[in-house]
Every structure is written in structure tokens, then in C-alpha cells.
């Protein structure tokens, strides 16, 4: 409870410098909106619905590609760590796109889909699903080998073997690639709304770059503010509980 | 009810044959013999122990009488029948304990039970309940792996082996990573369960005190070409006491017969 304060006390003095700092006129309100504005655009766009708005449609675009990524991605990760073939060709593919920033993506999916929701899921799936693809092998690689001989011991095979032993056995692995996943697709999606508009739907990186075509830096920094905010969310509802639980059961880092 | 009892009865143990198999493993730099045409004769509910240093091949022969390994030549019945693969009524307790991290301690021994036909959930939870309670663990059943000391991981190791209730349980040097005070414990418990459950046990290990402790037969291994050097009985009563001077005189007396058999190279062997 005191470091909560503690860090409370903190931030609310640098907001207040902030805004003393726009107020005194040593930071100009061009380069650098006053906290009350940001507060006072959010507050208006929240009332009238632009804010909600765009967040939905980014998150609609983000859970959507991300799911598919993760959905290809761990059947193929499995794969590549099982067939020689697979990781000959398919392994070497996915470890070279892994490299690409997704947003190079962006000029290839504006051609074959338009400006449409397909490129934006395209280049959150492309985001994804080499990730999750390179971690789920590595995790399949990582598996003790006395695991399927004591597994294999007690009768289990095939299907089983996968989905009961080597899939969680590589469990620490996949999360932490789903994690990287996640961090890709959601920076790429951010790179495309603002770098191309798309007819189907305004998300949160158009009203970014709206506020850069206006020079409306108070919605810009704003902006950033509900990005970062839905970053900080999804680790800590998505992610934080899987960290958790392998803490918990493997016994890593407290 | 009565699928339970019949679960829980002690099954008739399996007798194992090992005729003639040799095994040679082939790596990038040299060709190691595991094994050369050993042979040997498990009776059913005996208790044998195989001794020999470190890369011996005796944990190679357990693997295939195991079934998880195939013999180069020579083949492996249990009661009579070759042995293809691994099978529910040879079970395996390895030297690490080999536990799933990613169960908790009822749910690593429910693992087997739930491959087990003819067993409903209730039932198996129960078979569950009943082994846990035999290695005097019931009061962890819901306890991490990572929470267990390393002697009540063998111990939760030793439940899920029991639980499918096999008729012969191969341990591969599971007390090896112990101290010697858990070590000693097991070793009653070890000799309690085989007086309760009859089963054959084929036991590998390179602590001769520790063979002469648990087993009615102790057989000696040469390495490469591993192969079985000599054979001793060991006709003390059971329980068996690791520090009594009866047991000891056995140990020096198969010691003596080791420390023959591995000249001049004698550097590996453990006490």
C-alpha cells in the first residue's frame, strides 16, 4: 500500500510539473499540450464516442489476427519440430520472415486485399504467427526426453503423447513466444493505421494520424495514452495469469 | 466397488526372460557394445538387482526389457511372449524422478490411471488415493512438483509407477541423487511394497549395499561389451538393514568380485 502511494505521490508531481512547465509558457503548448488538454480531449472524445470507437475496431482487428496467428502458428511450430522436411523449408521461412517488421508487410496486403479489414488482419497474423511458430518448435526441442519415455511407459501415444505431454511440456516456451506474438502483432497493427487508412473502419493509429494532420497534439498524446494503456491490460489479463500459473507450477522466479 | 477391488489386487508378477541381446550403439565417434549377448532369468515376484559401474549397458537392458529400446539381436519375453514395446504391466521408475512438472502430485499419478480402460473417474481417483497413501503421501496430493524434496518426488515417482499395477517394476538407479538418510528409508518402504505387492522387480544400480539390501539376486555387470560377469544370492531374511554386518559382508564379498572383474580400469565404481 505505501509503495502504491509512494508511486502515486510521483506521478501526480511530474504531471503537475508538466503542466506548471506549459503554464509558465518555458514549454510551449505547440510542441507539448498541457495535461488539462489531453484530459479534456479524452473526456470529449469519450463522450461522443470516438474514442470507443476506434479502440473497438483496433482491438476487433488485433484479437482476431492475433488468435488466427496463434492458431496457425503452434499446429505448424509442432510441425517443423517433428518432420525434418518441415523444418528444412518451413522452419527456414518462418525463422527469415521472424525478422521482417510486419509492417512490410503493408504495400503487398494493400495490393491483394484493398484497403479493407483482410490487409489489417494480414499483417497481425504476419505479426504473429512466425513468433509463435519459432517458440512452440524451440519448446517441442526443450522437452526432457525422459518425459515421452515415462509417458510412453504408462501407455501414452500418438495424439496423446502431443496434446497431454509435449504440448504442456513445452508450455513455458509457447507462452513466452505467444508473449513476443502479441508485442509484434500490436506494434505492427499501430504501424499500419497510421501509415495507411482503411475504409472499413477508423481504429485508434488513424486517430493518431489524424491528430498529426491536424496538429492536434493533445489527441496525439492521448492516443498514446489508450495505447499504452491497452498494452499494460492485455499483459496483465491475458498474460500476467499464464506467467502465474507456470511460476506456480514449474517453480521458476517468484 | 468391485472394479476397484479387483484394480487393487496384487496381480500375478511377470516372469522375464532376456535371451541372448546385444545392443551396440553407433555415434560419430565411436561404437560403444552396451551389450553382448546377455542373458538372464527374472522369476516371477523376484527381486533382482543389477550391479556394475557407470555406462555398463545395465540401464540399456532394462530400457529394452522396458520395451522403450530394441535390442540389436536376441529378444526379451515376458511370460513367454516377446516384448514389442513398452506395456502397462512393465512400469518404469527412472533415476531423475521423471515427473510432469506441469501436473500436480495427484494428477501425475492419475496420468497412467486415466490410459487405463475399464476404470471410471471416481474409481481412479481412488486407485490415486490408495498409492499415495501406500509411499505415505496422501496429505500432498494437491502439492506442486517443484514443492517436493527430492525423496518425496521418487516416492510420488514410485506411486505412478504402482498405480496402473503392473506386474514388473524396472528401476533405474531411483535413489541414485539421494542422501543417504532418505535413501535408507526408501529402502524399507522399497522391501515393505514388494512384501505387499508382490511384484518382479528388476533394479539397476551401481551401489553394491544398496543391491545386497533389496535383492534376492544380485547380478554383476562388466562394461563394454556389457555383459554379466557373475551371480549371487543374497539369503538374508527381509526387511533388510543397508548397515547390518551380515549385509556388509555380502557387499565386500561382491565388491571383492567387481573390483576383479574391472581391473585395471577401476576408477567408476561407487563405494
Not at chain 1, 40 to 55: C, F, K, P, R, V
Not at chain 1, 194 to 213: A, C, K, P, S
Not at chain 2, 122 to 141: C, D, P, S, T, W
Request: charged letters at 20%; hydrophobic letters at 50%.
Amino acid at each position: 500500500m505505501k509503495r502504491v502511494v509512494t508511486a502515486a505521490v510521483v506521478f501526480a508531481s511530474l504531471v503537475a510539473l508538466w503542466e506548471t512547465l506549459v503554464r509558465a509558457g518555458i514549454w510551449s503548448p505547440v510542441m507539448v499540450p498541457s495535461p488539462l488538454s489531453v484530459v479534456e480531449y479524452i473526456i470529449g472524445a469519450i463522450s461522443d464516442g470516438t474514442l470507443w470507437q476506434a479502440a473497438l475496431v483496433t482491438l476487433r482487428r488485433l484479437m482476431a489476427g492475433y488468435a488466427l496467428g496463434v492458431v496457425v502458428g503452434l499446429p505448424l511450430g509442432l510441425l517443423t519440430a517433428r518432420f525434418k522436411f518441415c523444418e528444412d523449408t518451413l522452419g527456414v521461412i518462418a525463422l527469415g520472415l521472424q525478422t521482417l517488421p510486419s509492417i512490410c508487410w503493408v504495400p503487398l496486403a494493400m495490393l491483394w486485399f484493398g484497403q479493407t479489414e483482410a490487409a489489417m488482419l494480414f499483417v497481425v497474423i504476419m505479426g504473429t504467427v512466425w513468433s509463435v511458430l519459432i517458440a512452440t518448435d524451440n519448446g517441442v526441442r526443450n522437452v526432457p526426453p525422459i518425459y515421452k519415455r515415462a509417458a510412453q511407459t504408462m501407455g501414452s501415444k500418438w495424439l496423446h503423447m502431443w496434446v497431454r505431454v509435449i504440448l504442456p511440456a513445452s508450455l513455458p516456451f509457447v507462452v513466452s513466444g505467444m508473449k513476443q506474438g502479441w508485442a509484434f502483432a500490436w506494434r505492427s497493427l499501430m504501424a499500419a493505421e497510421v501509415y495507411v487508412t482503411i475504409l472499413t473502419g477508423f481504429g485508434l493509429g488513424h486517430l493518431l494520424h489524424y491528430g498529426r494532420e491536424l496538429h492536434a497534439m493533445d489527441q496525439v498524446i492521448a492516443v498514446m495514452l489508450v495505447i499504452i494503456l491497452i498494452g499494460l491490460l492485455a499483459d496483465k489479463i491475458v498474460f500476467s495469469p499464464w506467467e502465474k500459473f507456470l511460476h506456480h507450477r514449474w517453480g521458476t522466479a517468484k | 466397488m468391485n472394479a476397484i477391488h479387483e484394480e487393487l489386487r496384487p496381480v500375478v508378477p511377470l516372469k522375464v526372460e532376456v535371451e541372448h541381446v546385444s545392443k551396440t550403439f553407433h555415434s560419430k565417434r565411436a561404437v560403444v557394445h552396451a551389450l553382448d549377448d546377455v542373458s538372464l532369468m527374472v522369476g516371477e515376484g523376484e527381486f533382482v538387482c543389477l550391479v556394475g559401474p557407470s555406462g555398463c549397458g545395465k540401464s540399456t537392458l532394462l530400457n529394452i526389457i522396458a520395451g522403450l529400446d530394441t535390442a540389436d539381436s536376441g529378444c526379451v519375453l515376458a511370460d513367454g511372449k516377446p516384448v514389442t514395446g513398452p506395456g502397462r504391466d512393465r512400469m518404469v521408475m527412472f533415476q531423475e524422478s521423471a515427473l510432469f512438472p506441469w501436473l500436480d502430485v495427484m494428477d501425475n499419478v492419475l496420468f497412467g490411471l486415466k490410459l487405463k480402460p475399464n476404470l471410471n473417474n471416481r474409481e481412479r481417483v481412488e486407485v490415486a488415493n490408495f498409492y499415495l497413501q501406500l509411499v505415505g503421501l496422501e496429505k500432498f496430493h494437491r502439492a506442486n512438483i517443484h514443492e517436493l524434496s527430492g525423496g518425496m518426488k521418487q516416492r510420488v515417482a514410485l506411486a505412478r509407477a504402482l498405480a496402473p499395477n503392473p506386474r514388473v517394476l524396472l528401476m533405474d538407479e531411483p535413489f541414485g541423487a539421494l542422501d543417504a538418510l532418505t535413501r535408507e528409508q526408501l529402502y524399507g518402504d522399497i522391501q515393505s511394497i514388494w512384501e505387499k505387492r508382490r511384484k518382479t522387480i528388476v533394479f539397476v544400480t551401481h551401489n553394491v549395499r544398496e543391491a545386497v539390501c533389496l535383492g534376492e539376486r544380485v547380478l554383476l555387470f562388466s562394461p563394454r561389451p556389457g555383459r554379466i560377469e557373475e551371480e549371487f544370492r543374497v539369503d538374508l531374511p527381509h526387511p533388510r538393514d543397508i548397515n547390518s554386518v551380515s549385509l556388509a559382508e555380502h557387499a565386500a564379498k561382491i565388491m571383492g568380485a567387481l573390483k576383479r572383474h574391472l581391473q585395471p580400469a577401476g576408477s567408476e565404481v561407487a563405494e
